[in-house]
């Protein structure tokens, strides 16, 4: 039925290499174009080398767009993580599952993914051409019409953001979305690195903490430039599109979030009561980070001629567990495409029949993956959200000849 039916992909991502793998298993011919010399480079580099394949958790809560959530709910629901797990599995790989629910490839190396998917591509017989970048799409008799000699019935569009340009990513996506008409929504940067105009952060600089911002809870890194970390990762969606419009965004950071404020209030007077005779960073020092310690009496605005603890006011006190219950940063910038993970914004939702993946706009044209205007939380999400579009698509496609 699908004999043929010829498919291009632009984009030997995680997204693009999946749909060539189930649409060739239903007898469609596929080709992929790359432009890289190698397939799934960003894909080797997420989950620092070991590739966050998906989480157990998956909900709609962990996804995000300018559009509606919601609109994405039955592509999630109808490829769950079980579906996800069982998928893999088939293709050779198991899953080892960590406590925060993320999920890795048992030999945690992201290389097993990628070199999976490349084989399974090309055993079910799909043409993987690398080196090669599709510049000219044009449309014309029923049929796309790739950098003006390659023609083909369908085309899929999987080529994600521009997050990482050192990887090879590019913003051709979201031109070649633009040409068929579809808004694109501006991408900023998301699970990004923050960048704060904060004095005395060399002292800090590498010291990881568990702490909480607006009630959310996770690994915070101090860093030269500002502040990273998991938790950073996940607000930065949300600082992003606040710097879009205003200079600076204030934070306020607990750094002890298992401590209430009375009871590191008592918990400091105690330590007064007994050392009073420790300099100051050494008085913190075995309930705190020592580079940490300094930095919170830096930022605490105890007077310099206070070197000993016995000297410490009950307001001094007060001031240093404000300090560590709030500790304030200004960002002025993220660390910009050139490391995020991924982006926010993409082409538009509403746009697309997400039951298909195909464009409402240009007949037999799709989106899948991250050019789109999804994004999730770290974790597993963003990679999740490019294996479920791409198995909606891969599912749903007719033939051409049906």
Request: charged residues 20%.
């Amino acid at each position: 039925m699908n004999k043929n039916t010829n498919i291009a992909i632009l984009g030997a991502g995680a997204s693009g290499l999946l749909s060539s793998i189930l649409l060739s298993q239903k007898g469609f011919h596929v080709t992929i174009f790359e432009k890289n010399n190698k397939v799934g480079k960003k894909l080797l580099a997420t989950g620092n080398g070991r590739c966050n394949v998906t989480n157990y958790n998956i909900s709609l809560k962990n996804f995000y767009s300018n559009s509606n959530i919601s609109l994405i709910e039955k592509n999630i629901t109808n490829f769950s993580y079980e579906d996800c797990k069982t998928l893999f599995n088939k293709l050779g790989i198991e899953f080892k599952v960590v406590a925060s629910g993320r999920a890795y490839p048992l030999s945690l190396t992201s290389s097993s993914i990628v070199d999976i998917l490349e084989y399974e591509a090309l055993k079910s017989g799909v043409k993987i051409e690398l080196n090669h970048e599709i510049t000219d799409i044009k449309y014309q008799s029923k049929k796309f019409t790739l950098n003006k000699n390659l023609h083909f019935d369908k085309l899929i569009i999987a080529t994600g953001s521009i997050a990482m340009p050192k990887l090879g990513s590019s913003e051709s996506g979201y031109q070649f979305a633009k040409q068929f008409r579809h808004k694109l929504i501006k991408p900023v940067a998301s699970l990004v690195q923050l960048v704060c105009n904060n004095k005395h952060l060399e002292v800090v600089s590498g010291v990881k903490i568990e702490a909480m911002i607006d009630n959310q809870r996770g690994d915070f890194l101090f860093t030269k430039y500002g502040v990273s970390g998991s938790l950073i990762l996940d607000l930065s969606r949300k600082i992003s599109k606040q710097l879009q419009t205003q200079k600076t965004v204030k934070m306020s950071v607990d750094t002890m979030p298992d401590f209430s404020f009375d009871t590191l209030v008592n918990m400091l007077t105690k330590r007064l009561e007994n050392l009073q005779d420790k300099e100051l960073n050494l008085w913190l020092d075995g309930i705190m980070n020592k580079k940490l310690a300094k930095y919170i009496m830096l930022n605490s605005n105890i007077p310099s001629h206070i070197k000993y603890a016995k000297f410490l006011s009950q307001k001094e006190i007060i001031n240093i567990v404000k300090t560590i219950k709030n500790l304030q940063f200004t960002i002025t910038d993220t660390k910009g495409f050139e490391t995020c993970e991924v982006c926010a914004g993409g082409v538009e939702l509403t746009q697309i029949n997400l039951e298909t993946m195909e464009s409402k706009n240009q007949k037999d044209l799709y989106f899948i993956g991250e050019v789109l205007d999804v994004d999730g939380d770290c974790g597993g999400y963003n990679l999740h959200w490019a294996w479920s579009s791409a198995h909606t698509l891969a599912m749903n496609m007719q033939s051409k000849t049906k």
